[in-house]
């Protein structure tokens, strides 16, 4: 499972610094964001505070998204993501 954050997350930071920054990259890194921290969930070998920070870190570049900071909604979701990863036990 952390391969997989770890892959995630580089992809995002890939994107961010390859490719211009488009509204269509914040809600495909949120919905993997929140893939990965539901998985996390069900799972339940995780640290449940440190995966509620990354579970809000997705809803923060939802909203950032929604407010026209793509930029700053693909680095929130990566570091969502890399939370996330963290969390695992």
């Known amino acids: 499972m952390k391969q997989s954050a770890i892959a995630i997350l580089a992809a995002a930071f890939l994107l961010a610094l ?3 920054v488009q509204a269509a990259h914040c809600p495909a890194l949120v919905k993997e964001c929140r ?13 449940a505070m440190t995966l ?5 870190g997705c809803e923060d ?7 026209g900071k793509h930029k700053d909604s693909v680095i929130k979701a990566g ?7 963290e969390s695992v036990k």
């Open 35 to 47: 893939t990965l921290v539901e998985k996390l969930e069900k799972k339940g070998k995780s640290d």
């Open 18 to 20: 390859t490719a211009p």
């Open 79 to 85: 570091q969502a993501i890399t939370l996330a990863g």
């Open 52 to 56: 509620a920070k990354a579970k809000q």
């Open 61 to 67: 570049a939802q909203k950032l998204h929604e407010s």
